[in-house]
């Protein structure tokens, strides 16, 4: 059974319906056999023929129609790996004793990146 | 994809990762540039942002200031009801000028209004506003009062009729309570000048995230 949101997002971005139909193919395939991958902005633009930007662009767009759903990561200044993750960035706290490096470091927006993986709902649609 | 919060908030709005979110109310004679100015910044550093417009408010209107404040502020609640209906908390407000008294008459009017952490600038209540009233009904954490002595227009709020306005732009809010009301001092501003862009980010923000130092 296909997932609303695709149809939501053809009908939005009518100029790329054949890559939107394709991508809803290759994500169904990546749901049923990685549920828990985040989406790489870089595979979809290499596999699709995007930029890196048109990709997040869509990647966006598809966390809007509910296939995917964003989190947050806290990325440490000292070693750029991440320190922290959370569904949502209001459960970040205000400073953290960082497991990469061992410093404290208190929240900085400019620390925190946003990755997608496929929402609950999505994934319950390709199980069905 | 890996991305910045900041790229993030500005594809996905206000579907984006915010960790608080705020309302901001402009004064008279103003449509609120600085709110619309201060709508990315805010976003990039994850503040969801609702800027509310009041209309223009000519000086006429002012004849009658605590009831033009109760006219507009329903548009107050409706802006700090579409971030709690969207689980948006905290939700912080940011009002100038006479956008502080429509401000304290939301808060006044509507007991289940919260705002956690409130910036007045150039503020025009007066220095007695009952803030730990509100305070102990659960509708203020925290008010921050930026104040200047070359505020001319809020030298002039004391002339107002009503009973709520005043000097507080000047002279101070008067709380026993400081944990609830702090009065920061910025000489030489003048009445819309923490309003500016590096002001905002140099204050406002790391305030309304609580990653200000003490």
């Keep these: ?128 | 994809m890996r991305m910045k919060l900041k790229e993030f908030n500005r594809l996905a709005g206000k579907a984006g990762q915010y960790s608080c979110s705020v309302v901001t109310v402009h004064g008279i004679q103003s449509r609120g540039e600085w709110q619309k100015m201060a709508v990315a910044p805010l976003s990039d550093a994850g503040i969801r942002c609702i800027p509310v417009d009041l209309g223009g408010i000519g000086l006429l209107k002012m004849l009658r200031p605590e009831a033009l404040a109760d006219r507009l502020m329903p548009r107050v609640v409706a802006a700090w009801k579409n971030h709690s209906d969207q689980g948006h908390e905290p939700i912080h407000v940011v009002a100038h000028s006479f956008g502080t008294l429509v401000v304290a008459r939301a808060l006044q009017r509507n007991a289940g209004v919260r705002f956690t952490r409130a910036i007045m600038c150039g503020c025009i209540l007066s220095p007695r506003f009952p803030w730990s009233e509100l305070r102990d009904r659960g509708q203020i954490a925290h008010v921050r009062n930026e104040m200047s002595m070359e505020d001319g227009a809020v030298r002039l709020a004391h002339t107002l009729m009503c009973r709520w306005t005043g000097q507080a732009g000047i002279k101070g809010f008067i709380c026993d309570d400081t944990e609830l009301v702090e009065n920061v001092p910025f000489n030489w501003l003048t009445h819309s000048d923490a309003t500016g862009e590096v002001h905002i980010a140099r204050f406002w923000i790391p305030y309304l995230l609580g990653t200000e130092s003490s």
């Design chain 1, 1 to 128: 059974m296909p997932f609303p949101g695709f149809g939501t997002l053809l009908q939005k971005r009518p100029e790329q319906s054949a890559t939107i139909r394709r991508l809803e193919e290759f994500l169904g395939q990546v749901a049923a056999t990685s549920p828990t991958a985040a989406i790489e902005d870089g595979h979809i633009a290499n596999k699709f023929g995007l930029t890196s930007h048109d990709a997040r662009v869509l990647l966006v767009d598809l966390m809007l129609v509910r296939v995917l759903q964003s989190r947050v990561a806290w990325i440490c200044p000292e070693t750029y790996g991440t320190s922290r993750e959370q569904a949502e960035l209001r459960d970040m706290p205000t400073w953290i004793e960082c497991e990469k490096c061992g410093l404290i470091h208190t929240y900085d927006p400019e620390q925190i990146e946003v990755f997608v993986v496929f929402s609950h709902d999505y994934l319950s649609s390709v199980r069905q």
